[in-house]
């Protein structure tokens, strides 16, 4: 059943309109009335009707103007202009704004239910259409793990069947044929498990590929297959002309984020080998073989590893290989003119030897090495101000020579500034934490090797900070404020010498009268009798 408007000024023409539909047209269960277009707009966006009779000629708004505006709102009603004009021009700007019949008034009744009718059929035709679609992407949708996991079962089998592959892609709804494989290392079962531990572990482990399979898709459109031999193959699509050692960095990346969250969801980590990039898919399944290649290397301690890192001879030929590590230690001893003159030496060494693209990937790759470098070897520091995105998206713009220059030294110049900045903070805190714990225990018998453990540095370096934020040694601040305090109780108290000594942290009466006066040109008697006569 279907839902019809008339906007019309005239009440007559609108009440034999209804009248003649109601009896006529048995398919219309409801007909709405309006009496000009601001009236008509309001309806319309608030209720949805299948069929309108719009008159052009209404006060204020007229029919034409109306129209336009339900059309700019998406407005998907079948609409009959029926009016007593009959201007072309009214006709054409009726056309303009799909308008699905026009006639004027008065209309044989008979052309009138014609009009109608064939605008239900269409609705019909349209609905019908649209049923199937939906019908079609629910089945796409309840397939598509299948057709996905087929995919992925071609590519590893290595499939010859090219045309079925990118039949399984089109339904999968991937649009890039370029890519690479990454393949998981899920964890095994212990044989010996009992019936219930082996459910549970079957649970968590579906639990595990499912976390991958959601942060793939959700990072990158990724799809994942089944697993085989505890090995979860996944594709990962890129778009064309992606590559270099920017490709490199980003994949690594994206492994990383799901290792990390499959370790909080789950509590369990896995491990991950990567695959070379290929522009064809029927070239994935060496990728794959890659992937597998890489994840079962030995040489690599680590979770992630990359196909190219056992194969690559890149690092024999990029010029910045040799001053990595000179490029670290000048970063953390903030020599920036020290690191200038390597960049100097590199360049012009090189003597233009290389195209901009191939060092502008040489120089993202040490710059990349170096910030990882400096945060191992700083445990668990990670740079707030540049991180490797930043690193890769303002690389990919330098086109010369000077220009990759620059770029090299500005990344140099924000590492040495937020190392400075953290070495500031450090410091302030490592000097506030030994100065606190002195306050809370000067009266007792506290060491450098205390508070230096307490503060959690070395006794060596928290002399040295002492010497340099304070301008003082470690003995003599302790003592100053031990000497500070005994003067406080000696103005307040009738303690004897050995009383104050022992509440302000000397286990010697004698000791305590020498530093005494040392610090304050009085002997303890002096200083009382100082007080007394004040």
């Not at 629910?138 to 045309?163: A, C, G, H, V, W």
């Not at 194969?311 to 040799?322: G, K």
Request: with cysteine.
């Amino acid at each position: 059943m279907y839902k019809l408007l008339i906007a019309d000024d005239e009440e007559i023409e609108r009440r034999a309109l209804r009248m003649f539909i109601y009896n006529s047209i048995p398919e219309i269960s409801k007909i709405t009335e309006v009496e000009n277009g601001l009236e008509l707009i309001e309806v319309a966006s608030k209720e949805h009707f299948d069929i309108m009779v719009i008159d052009i000629n209404m006060p204020g708004l007229n029919g034409l103007e109306a129209i336009k505006i339900l059309r700019i709102k998406e407005c998907t009603a079948k609409i009959i202009v029926y009016t007593a004009h009959s201007e072309f021009e009214y006709a054409r700007e009726a056309l303009e704004y799909r308008v699905d019949d026009y006639f004027l008034k008065p209309a044989k009744r008979e052309k009138f239910i014609t009009v109608v009718k064939k605008c239900i059929t269409q609705i019909e035709s349209q609905n019908q259409i649209k049923e199937k679609s939906e019908n079609l992407e629910k089945m796409i949708e309840q397939i598509s793990p299948i057709i996905r996991s087929e995919f992925m079962t071609s590519i590893i089998l290595n499939d010859s069947n090219i045309e079925r592959l990118k039949i399984y892609a089109s339904i999968a709804g991937i649009i890039q044929s370029s890519g690479f494989i990454m393949t998981f290392s899920i964890p095994t079962h212990a044989t010996n498990m009992g019936e219930y531990q082996l459910l549970s572990k079957a649970i968590t482990r579906k639990n595990i590929i499912d976390t991958i399979a959601i942060q793939l898709e959700n990072l990158c459109k990724g799809i994942t297959g089944q697993v085989i031999n505890d090995r979860l193959a996944c594709f990962i699509p890129i778009e064309k002309g992606m590559g270099g050692y920017r490709l490199k960095v980003w994949s690594i990346e994206v492994a990383e984020i799901i290792i990390k969250k499959t370790f909080q969801l789950q509590g369990v980590y896995v491990t991950a080998g990567i695959g070379g990039s290929y522009n064809l898919l029927e070239e994935m399944n060496t990728s794959y073989r890659e992937s597998l290649t890489a994840l079962n290397d030995q040489s690599i301690k680590s979770s992630i590893k990359h196909y190219y890192d056992l194969v690559d001879t890149t690092n024999s030929l990029n010029p910045f290989t040799q001053y990595e590590n000179d490029f670290i230690k000048f970063i953390k001893q903030d020599d920036v003119t020290a690191c200038k003159t390597l960049v100097e030496r590199v360049f012009k060494r090189i003597n233009r030897e290389y195209e901009i693209e191939k060092m502008r990937d040489y120089a993202l790759e040490t710059m990349i090495i170096v910030m990882r470098g400096i945060s191992n070897r700083m445990g668990t520091f990670t740079f707030k101000s540049i991180s490797i995105t930043v690193i890769c998206g303002s690389n990919i713009n330098v086109e010369t020579y000077e220009g990759l220059k620059e770029w090299i030294l500005g990344i140099i110049y924000a590492l040495t500034s937020e190392l400075n900045t953290l070495s500031e903070q450090r410091i302030n805190s490592f000097v506030n934490a030994a100065v606190d714990y002195i306050k809370d225990n000067y009266m007792l018998d506290i060491s450098l090797d205390t508070v230096a453990e307490k503060a959690g540095i070395s006794s060596y370096y928290l002399s040295r900070l002492f010497k340099q934020e304070a301008g003082k040694n470690f003995v003599d601040y302790i003592n100053d404020m031990r000497i500070e305090k005994a003067k406080e109780l000696l103005s307040k108290y009738q303690y004897s010498i050995k009383e104050v000594a022992e509440k302000v942290g000397y286990n010697s009466p004698t000791y305590f009268c020498k530093v005494f006066k040392r610090l304050t040109g009085k002997t303890v008697g002096e200083y009382k009798t100082n007080l007394s006569s004040v």
